[in-house]
């Protein structure tokens, strides 16, 4: 029994099998679930099946491995190495019938060769974490403290000819990095200061 790292993985409105086989760090699809997700009955699975393993070519990643079910158990399927899965794909033959029968099957065959097998892939890598916003309660001295800076400076500017405007972009930062929250409408820029930073983008 290999050492494996099953999943399952949502693609196309279907339920994939993705297996990593740990010492190779080697990535399988489950064969049956892809032929399943594309429209396949039993017995069109079974047959394109047993045409991928004795394929010169896509026999190459196909294994036979046994790997355990969440319901437990042991479950022994046939899964393909995602490097030659798009080629397995391609040679899947559709016939004039099948194409009348199932009229999706050309978009679902084109999806799942350019995309199936990195969505397989991207099952195991590392999942990125949303950052963590930390908010401490400020007391009551510094927010007194930030206040009185604030007027301070509001008292300045204005006595040097300053607009509201330019008070606000000045103020902003200074709360901000006390911890106090302030929304970009605190900050509103007059209609012609904003043609202009516009106009400087061009």
Not at 33 to 48: H, N, S
Request: proline share 5%.
């Amino acid at each position: 029994m290999f050492d494996l790292t099953v999943k399952k993985v949502p693609f196309c409105g279907t339920e994939l099998l993705a297996v990593k086989e740990k010492e190779s760090g080697k990535i399988y699809a489950g064969v049956n679930p892809i032929l399943r997700g594309l429209g396949f009955d039993d017995r069109q699975v079974e047959y394109r099946r047993n045409k991928w393993i004795i394929d010169k070519s896509v026999s190459k990643g196909v294994q036979k491995f046994s790997y355990p079910l969440e319901r437990g158990g042991i479950q022994e399927g046939y899964c393909i190495d995602i490097m030659k899965l798009p080629l397995a794909i391609a040679k899947l033959e559709i016939t004039p019938k099948m194409e009348i029968e199932m009229p999706e099957l050309a978009e679902k065959l084109e999806r799942y060769q350019d995309e199936c097998a990195d969505v397989l892939a991207a099952a195991f890598l590392p999942q990125e974490q949303a950052p963590v916003t930390y908010q401490y309660a400020l007391s009551a001295a510094t927010f007194e403290s930030v206040a009185n800076l604030g007027r301070l400076i509001e008292r300045v500017m204005k006595a040097e000819g300053a607009c509201p405007h330019e008070i606000a972009l000045a103020l902003k930062p200074i709360f901000q990095q006390a911890g106090i929250d302030i929304r970009d409408c605190f900050v509103k820029l007059p209609a012609y200061e904003q043609l202009m930073l516009s106009g400087l983008n061009y």
